[in-house]
Structure formats: C-alpha cells, structure tokens
C-alpha cells in the first residue's frame, strides 16, 4: 500500500477518536475541575464518559505514535528507517508539529489513568484534569499533520 494511502487510512481512523472526545470533553467541562469530593458523588454517565476519554486519549495517542508519526515522516521523505522513536519525535518537533517534552506528560499522564489503583486517587484526578484541559493539544496535533499532508498532496 503506499504511503499517502496508509497515512490517509490512520488519519481517518484518528478522526473517530477525535469525534468521540470532542463529544466527551463537552460534557465533562461540566465537572471540571475534578476534586475528591466530586469525584464520589459523579454519575455513573460521567463516570463512563471518563473512562471514554481516557480509552480514546490513549487509542489517539498510540496511533499517532505507532503508525502516523512514521508514517507522516516517510511522506515528507525523511530518512526514517533505522530511527529510534525520540529521533522520530525531533524531526517532528523541527517541523513544528509538536513538542517533545509535552508529549512525554502525555505519556505519563496517560500511564497515571490506565492503572486502577485506589490508593493513588490524588494522582489519577490530576491525570483526569490535565487530559480535560490538555487533549485538545493531541487534537491539534493530528489535525495539523492532516492539513499538512492535505496541502501537501494536492501540490504533487
């Protein structure tokens, strides 16, 4: 399959996680900022929109950091073959996509709310905070790779 195609194919599949978050994300400004005591008395619809966001902040992120990220770099003709992934996420920091140090919080955030331990309760309501606060970030990251690879195939 080549490239342009594969890409296409991911960025499609990103668009259903976006979809989903942004629908999340509306409703769960209505909590925001979570506490400990909100946390106790939320809805079991809150409650399963949380774990959404979490599901889909995850989904999005690994695919962009498994497939499209190497995928968006092929088609901009960078050499990628033999590359580590922090060689990928520079070249893609160079390109202005995103930053390298907010992607590692993302990765740390996202290992804070896919473990369930309750003892740990501070930490997963400030990992659930800063993803309410934060996702658009990994939003306009897929988006702006979509617009470049967009803009850049109608040139060719």
């Known amino acids: 399959m080549q490239i342009d195609k594969k890409l296409e ?6 668009n259903i996680h976006i979809e989903r978050l942004n629908s999340v ?10 506490t400990s005591d909100s946390l106790e008395s939320i809805s079991l619809e809150i409650e399963d929109k949380l774990d959404v966001l979490a599901f889909r902040f995850s989904k999005l992120q690994d695919l962009l950091g498994s497939k499209i990220f190497r ?6 003709q960078y050499p990628v073959e033999g590359k580590n992934f922090l060689e990928l996420l520079k070249e893609l920091e160079k390109e202005n996509i ?34 309410i606060k ?16 967009e803009v850049i195939r109608k040139r060719d």
């Open 9 to 14: 194919l991911h960025l499609s599949e990103s």
């Open 25 to 34: 994300l509306k409703t769960l400004k209505t909590i925001y900022p979570l």
């Open 71 to 76: 995928e968006y770099l092929i088609f901009l």
């Open 98 to 131: 995103l930053d390298i140090d907010r992607w590692s919080e993302f990765r740390g955030i996202r290992n804070n709310i896919s473990h369930d331990y309750p003892f740990e309760e501070d930490e997963k309501i400030d990992a659930i905070n800063y993803l």
């Open 134 to 149: 934060n996702v658009n970030y990994l939003i306009k990251i897929t988006k702006e790779i979509k617009e470049n690879f």
